[in-house]
């Protein structure tokens, strides 16, 4: 008898933002793994998305060349002039220029796409072109939303925290409630939405869209290990914050706690290590504010200062939710200590395995009397290493989202039939 023709492997087609390396922040560490992990399942990944600078960014080797890239020049910046006549938020206008849609829409009509991944909300604005390329071809894909944060409520959050000047509270106030509604477009047209945590966004989400069917794609770790670490009196007293600063959100959010911090710290001989990325103005803003604050902007790695810290901070008041940098924090063996809901999806017990506070002046109350406790500290990284030690594998969740959507695709093909 004559063999059977093999399957086609689905052809899926994701649409970014920006190319996610190097992934120095945690959104684009989790647009990047989860790409590359999906790429190794059996189907056919392309990716669109936009880069800045003269000459296109190559891919990385390794699991990232699984993938075929599709690359469009970020030259939309002056678009913003256009915010009063549309309806898009600043980052989805300034995304959706000329050249992004006349680079996109040839990929959209080139061949029949058993799915379409939007990742983040700002991708949003590809709707309307995926709507006419559907009334073009004839052919509906899967539309899958990959959503970082339920957006609306964040949003609102960061708005009500807010300590700008009123002026620039009304802006965010009016590009937050654009996002909002773009969020809202994205939960009705898609036919799955993923979310970071099984709880707290999904909550959000469900009550926004309860017909919807959700996927929890938890982020996972395939960093550095530390097999073994014990803190001793020759560990620098000092703290370390590891964090992306770009978004005012986070930004205040330091800024909160080192008002709350710098000084007290410094009187009792402690330091504070601030590494990850931000606005060059920011940075030295805060170098000549803080000027006992080590601010070392973006690095290479983050291991050196974490080995060199005896707790790390996660002083988040607004933005709560899974942070990737925990990870960092747990399996570097360095004990964390944070603002109560300030981490998601993390199997850590308050007093056991992290420490949680109420507010920024109990937060610094615990750094300057736990500090020296090196039998506390040391239990709590062990414990917490123990914790994770067997989750967070991105390979789980890329199977799960192409299982996922080859059963959906599958379905919507019997349902045109």
Same mark, same amino acid.
């Given at each position: 008898?004559?063999?059977?023709?093999?399957?086609?492997?689905?052809?899926?087609?994701?649409?970014?933002?920006?190319?996610?390396?190097?992934?120095?922040?945690?959104?684009?560490?989790?647009?990047?793994? /989860?790409?590359?992990?999906?790429?190794?399942?059996?189907?056919?990944?392309? $990716?669109?998305? !936009?880069?800045?600078?003269?000459?296109?960014? $190559?891919?990385?080797?390794?699991? +990232?060349?699984?993938? @075929?890239?599709?690359?469009?020049?970020?030259?939309?910046?002056?678009?913003?002039?256009?915010?009063?006549?549309?309806?898009?938020?600043?980052?989805?206008?300034?995304?959706?220029?000329?050249?992004?849609?006349?680079?996109?829409?040839?990929?959209?009509?080139?061949?029949?796409?058993?799915? $379409?991944?939007?990742?983040?909300?700002?991708?949003?604005?590809?709707?309307?072109?995926?709507?006419?390329?559907?009334? =073009?071809?004839?052919?509906?894909?899967?539309?899958?939303? =990959?959503?970082?944060?339920?957006?609306?409520?964040?949003?609102?959050?960061?708005?009500?925290?807010?300590?700008?000047?009123?002026? *620039?509270?009304?802006?965010?106030?009016?590009?937050?409630?654009?996002?909002?509604?773009?969020?809202?477009?994205?939960? +009705?047209?898609?036919? &799955?939405?993923?979310?970071?945590?099984?709880?707290? @966004?999904?909550?959000?989400?469900?009550?926004?869209?309860?017909?919807?069917?959700?996927?929890? *794609?938890?982020?996972?770790?395939?960093?550095?290990?530390?097999?073994?670490?014990?803190?001793?009196?020759?560990?620098?007293?000092?703290?370390?914050?590891?964090?992306?600063?770009?978004?005012? $959100?986070?930004?205040?959010?330091?800024?909160?706690? &080192?008002?709350?911090?710098?000084?007290? /710290?410094?009187?009792?001989?402690?330091?504070?290590?601030?590494?990850?990325?931000?606005?060059?103005?920011? /940075?030295?803003?805060?170098?000549?504010?803080?000027?006992?604050?080590?601010?070392?902007?973006? =690095?290479?790695?983050?291991?050196?200062?974490?080995?060199?810290?005896?707790? %790390?901070?996660?002083?988040?008041?607004?933005?709560?939710?899974?942070?990737?940098?925990?990870?960092? +924090?747990?399996?570097?063996?360095?004990?964390?200590?944070?603002?109560?809901? %300030?981490?998601?999806?993390?199997?850590?017990?308050?007093?056991?395995?992290?420490?949680?506070?109420?507010?920024?002046?109990?937060?610094?109350?615990?750094?300057?009397?736990?500090?020296?406790?090196?039998?506390?500290?040391?239990?709590?990284?062990?414990? +917490?290493?123990?914790?994770?030690?067997?989750?967070?594998?991105?390979?789980?969740?890329?199977?799960? *989202?192409?299982? !996922?959507?080859?059963? /959906?695709?599958?379905?919507?093909?019997?349902? =045109?039939?």
């Amino acid at each position: 008898m004559p063999s059977s023709p093999p399957k086609a492997r689905p052809n899926y087609l994701w649409l970014t933002r920006f190319f996610p390396y190097p992934t120095h922040a945690g959104d684009r560490i989790y647009s990047a793994k /989860l790409i590359e992990s999906l790429a190794a399942q059996p189907c056919r990944v392309s $990716v669109f998305c !936009t880069y800045q600078g003269k000459d296109a960014p $190559v891919p990385p080797d390794g699991p +990232a060349r699984g993938a @075929d890239w599709v690359l469009c020049r970020d030259n939309s910046r002056h678009r913003l002039w256009l915010y009063p006549f549309s309806y898009l938020p600043q980052h989805a206008l300034r995304l959706s220029g000329p050249d992004p849609r006349r680079s996109l829409w040839p990929l959209l009509i080139q061949q029949p796409w058993d799915a $379409v991944l939007i990742d983040y909300v700002s991708m949003g604005w590809t709707l309307p072109l995926l709507a006419e390329a559907t009334r =073009v071809t004839g052919h509906r894909p899967t539309l899958a939303y =990959v959503a970082h944060n339920h957006e609306a409520s964040l949003r609102r959050l960061a708005v009500n925290h807010s300590m700008a000047l009123a002026p *620039l509270r009304l802006a965010q106030w009016i590009d937050g409630g654009r996002i909002a509604a773009l969020e809202r477009q994205l939960l +009705a047209e898609a036919d &799955l939405v993923t979310t970071i945590s099984p709880t707290g @966004d999904r909550a959000h989400f469900q009550a926004d869209a309860p017909n919807q069917t959700f996927l929890s *794609l938890v982020p996972g770790y395939d960093g550095p290990r530390l097999a073994q670490r014990t803190l001793t009196a020759e560990t620098p007293r000092r703290v370390v914050v590891v964090g992306s600063f770009d978004w005012i $959100v986070k930004q205040q959010n330091l800024v909160e706690f &080192l008002e709350a911090a710098a000084a007290p /710290l410094a009187h009792d001989g402690i330091g504070i290590d601030i590494v990850g990325a931000g606005p060059a103005a920011v /940075l030295d803003h805060w170098r000549h504010r803080f000027p006992n604050v080590a601010i070392h902007g973006r =690095v290479e790695a983050v291991e050196p200062y974490l080995a060199g810290a005896r707790m %790390s901070i996660v002083p988040e008041r607004v933005g709560g939710g899974f942070k990737l940098k925990v990870l960092n +924090a747990v399996f570097q063996r360095c004990p964390l200590f944070a603002l109560a809901g %300030s981490l998601a999806e993390v199997p850590l017990i308050d007093g056991k395995s992290v420490c949680f506070f109420r507010d920024f002046p109990s937060l610094v109350d615990g750094i300057r009397q736990n500090i020296d406790n090196l039998d506390q500290l040391n239990t709590l990284q062990t414990a +917490a290493f123990d914790a994770c030690r067997e989750g967070f594998q991105w390979h789980d969740q890329g199977q799960s *989202l192409h299982q !996922t959507l080859f059963s /959906l695709s599958k379905l919507h093909r019997e349902d =045109v039939r």
